[in-house]
């Protein structure tokens, strides 16, 4: 029998556990889990701090009840300390402070990211109670959530127009607050083009939401009541939240200590059957770099998409598998008030950054035909290789209802395949008059690339 | 300069056409087409009819002119009448009678299908006049919309729970009448299996559509004002409409009567480069058999995706281009009030027949994360073959919002590239828990058939 510990309690770590007694029904499974929230869908936090999802209890994706019968011992609130890799032995600190010592055969870390600070003056000296927020774990939703509700707050300053700054401006405008969003970047939604950005900036001003770009904040003060935010180029709001919001890094600290090599961008270094340089030492999810099936190469994509699979091959490796991981695409869909962006595979610049010959072309496209009423504009950017042929990337933009979060799978399933552009009209996809077009708005797209 | 000919101005001559001209913009391209009513989408009739789309024009894929612009030349309102194969002359007849003889040097024969007459007494000397329809052209589209109008009709009966039957159910019920559909098969949709057809008659039933299954209509009946339908087991309604649409045949009598050989069910026979065996002669659409990629072998396909496909490749090939016909999977997707219902791939009984050895699962899934407000159900049913892990085919039923019609494209890619079942867990799929799950529905379900 072999006894697996599992570090982290998140998507990669549950996902582990849960494929090791799948595949190894008498493995015994132990998840140190650092908080007293084991698989919680983080992705889900706007969603409860907009109102919408009024018990945050219903943000897990499994029930503690559920992981212990699918048989997953949890410690939770157990910090891990210390791997000892080659006497096989976990050191953790239990709720009590006390610390005690785990064998394992074979460990898995998923120990996650851990969310930027960026150098603002005051950001390390002000905390919730003063109503400054960074936004990661349940607790940090349950200060914000205080915040909101017991102060109330009116209006927020977010610092970071990235997913969770986008989507956060969606959810606080929805609780009826008024929301800045600045950026140090020239656009909002730096992970799509910026012709698509300026989309969003349009949709976000549509709701009244303000966006300053191209400013970086550099000092937040908290003078009585309020905070007072101030940056480059004369900027100056006032507010009684603040969100820091600017990207996540790797969480390496327990693995590195122990010896484990750094990969790309920081982040532990992994072959895609999860493995560290360290024996019986598996990694998986945001705490490690992710092999880009389109690149071939090793970079940091850290998604809880792609943490529960690596997970899920970690885990299945980690009781004697031999899984690979398919590598990830970059796919990523964000709601944004009515709005749907979402990509897949390469940008422009990423491919070009890699030796590719890319050229990007700009596509609209009806989402049905555009008899049946309805119909409503879907906003590609193809990328594909000037050499090859070769589909690189896809990037839409649409509302909702046009239903880009799924047209963009189309897209990965084809770059999953190394597909041409060309092959891309091959596809017998499907269509109605009502709900798309003979040639669907993918096909289309690549038409007018080639 | 070639010069070509093209029988037929529906999607698969045109698609030819503009395939021809855009590959080689010398070629002198003229197109017979039947009727006055080139590249009109003939999927779009249930939703003129509707009352959804007023304005018949908007049908039109392109206009007359846009296809001229193009480089095509129409010959409207004539009808082929004689391929001279070992001469490559075709003999027309032109709008008033007289025969006309043109040469080719190839020719491309897109005459489509004919709706069935099922043998039922009265149809035959029955018409529009009375309110008995058929539903295939431009033509018999103002002719129901005369019944629709001028009468008005009240009572309707559909005869064939087809595809069209259903759309033509939601489209009358739309404008108020009441529809009663009879179908000879014990289902509703025999093109999905009767789990999901009994949601689809659910639906019907929900909206005040009646439904006869199991039940063939034997006479139709005019008498003064009314029409009187009657069938097996004692079935008798009146109406003031009676639709018969029970299916089509390929229309092949011009190419077999040039020595066209029949391929698969009726069908013209064709190669995966659109030929037939007549010397320079290809042929597209609904009148030719359809290489099924999952079946490797052919098949009758008749729908507009495919036609679409099958004349750019006979296009191109007919101006000397070298492009094989990737194929079809038989996706399609059909809107039913507010249901979408997907397939894509071979159903049980089709992998059944072909010699596999499938097994059916059927799974119902969320459309997103259940925390956020609005999941619906969608309804998965994965056939895999049990040898080799292969997926063969999906089918899919949910409400439109749920993106059935999307989703059927990323398992259509998948069965393009000839997926197992497990693999499908590698994909890259998007997700945000307002729009999907990190285990997207597909996922969840070819995990659940694993």
Do not use: M
């Given at each position: 029998m072999t006894r697996l510990l599992i570090v982290g309690g998140s998507d990669a770590g549950i996902s582990a556990g849960l494929r090791a007694r799948e595949v190894a029904p008498d493995v015994e499974a132990t998840l140190v889990v650092a908080?007293?929230?084991?698989?919680?869908?983080?992705?889900g936090i706007p969603y409860h701090l907009s109102g919408?999802?009024?018990?945050?209890?219903?943000?897990?994706?499994?029930s503690q009840a559920d992981l212990e019968a699918a048989g997953l011992e949890l410690l939770l609130c157990h910090t891990a300390r210390q791997i000892d890799p080659a006497a096989r032995k976990l050191t953790v600190i239990d709720p009590n402070g006390a610390e005690m010592t785990l064998a394992y055969d074979t460990l898995v870390v998923a120990t996650g990211a851990t969310p930027l600070r960026p150098p603002i003056a005051g950001l390390d000296s002000l905390s919730a109670a003063e109503g400054v927020h960074l936004l990661h774990t349940m607790d940090d939703t349950f200060a914000m959530a205080d915040t909101l509700t017991r102060r109330p707050a009116e209006r927020a300053v977010i610092v970071g127009a990235g997913y969770i700054g986008m989507e956060m401006a969606d959810a606080l405008s929805l609780r009826g607050l008024a929301v800045t969003v600045v950026e140090?970047?020239?656009?909002?939604?730096?992970?799509?083009?910026p012709e698509l950005a300026a989309l969003v900036e349009a949709a976000l001003a549509g709701h009244g939401v303000e966006v300053v770009t191209d400013t970086t904040v550099t000092e937040i003060r908290h003078t009585g009541r309020e905070l007072h935010v101030s940056g480059a180029g004369g900027f100056a709001r006032s507010a009684d939240l603040v969100l820091v919001v600017v990207g996540v890094r790797p969480d390496t600290t327990l693995a590195t200590a122990a010896g484990a090599t750094i990969g790309a961008r920081g982040a532990l270094a992994v072959d895609r059957r999860m493995?560290?340089?360290?024996?019986g030492v598996y990694a998986a999810g945001d705490c490690v770099h992710t092999y880009h099936r389109v690149l071939d190469a090793d970079t940091y994509l850290p998604l809880g998409t792609t943490a529960h699979k690596q997970g899920r091959v970690a885990g299945e490796n980690a009781v004697g598998g031999e899984r690979t991981?398919?590598?990830?695409?970059?796919t990523q869909v964000v709601k944004i008030f009515d709005l749907a962006i979402a990509r897949t595979g390469l940008r422009h610049h990423e491919a070009a950054a890699a030796g590719l010959a890319p050229r990007t072309v700009p596509v609209t496209v009806d989402d049905?035909?555009?008899?049946?009423?309805?119909a409503q504009s879907v906003h590609v950017r193809i990328t594909g290789d000037t050499?090859?042929?070769r589909l690189l990337g896809v990037q839409m933009l649409g509302?909702?209802?046009?239903?880009v979060a799924k047209r963009i799978d189309t897209a990965a399933v084809a770059l999953y395949h190394h597909m041409s552009v060309e092959e891309i009209s091959d596809l017998d996809l499907s269509y109605t008059p009502p709900l798309g077009s003979p040639w669907d708005v993918l096909q289309a797209a690549v038409q007018a690339w080639a």
């Open positions: 908080d007293a929230y084991p698989n919680y869908s983080i992705c919408e999802v009024p018990d945050w209890r219903s943000l897990a994706h499994r140090a970047l020239p656009q909002v939604l730096p992970t799509v083009d493995r560290t340089n360290l024996p991981f398919a590598g990830s695409l970059g049905h035909k555009a008899y049946y009423p309805g050499e090859t042929g509302a909702i209802a046009t239903g």
